[in-house]
Nanobody
Framework: QVQLVESGGGLVHAGGSLRLSCAAA????????MGWYRQSPGKQRDLVAT???????NYANSVKGRFTISRDNAKNAVYLQMDSLKPEDTAVYYC?????????????????WGQGTQVTVSS
């Protein structure tokens, strides 16, 4: 199994910054794309940002220029630096990882989610 452990959420005033971290641990053959998603009450879970194993990034239009995703492959970790936060960024943020695992002699891709971390931005 693979576990994604998140940290770094909290309460911040509008205009402030937070940094989220997510570390993957467990039976990992290869850690592929990783990303962050968020979900507000009553809404669907939406993509915030993704990053490939090679470092290519993709952002939701709503966070471009304010959020930065990065990863440390040696630590199996992904980060989300959030600057110029707005009240509408308030949500539970979830880490996501696509992981290749060895099952006997087969390489199989799995998708994993973290437990979520609350980010609250006050106006």
């Amino acid at each position: 199994q693979v576990q994604l452990v998140e940290s770094g959420g909290g309460l911040v005033h509008a205009g402030g910054s937070l940094r989220l971290s997510c570390a993957a641990a467990g039976s990992i053959f290869r850690l592929n794309a990783m990303g962050w998603y968020r979900q507000s009450p009553g809404k669907q879970r939406d993509l915030v940002a993704t990053i490939t194993s090679g470092g290519s990034t993709n952002y939701a239009n709503s966070v471009k220029g304010r959020f930065t995703i990065s990863r440390d492959n040696a630590k199996n970790a992904v980060y989300l630096q959030m600057d110029s936060l707005k009240p509408e960024d308030t949500a539970v943020y979830y880490c996501n990882a696509n992981v290749t695992r060895m099952v006997f002699t087969a390489r199989i891709d799995y998708n994993y989610w973290g437990q979520g971390t609350q980010v609250t931005v006050s106006s």
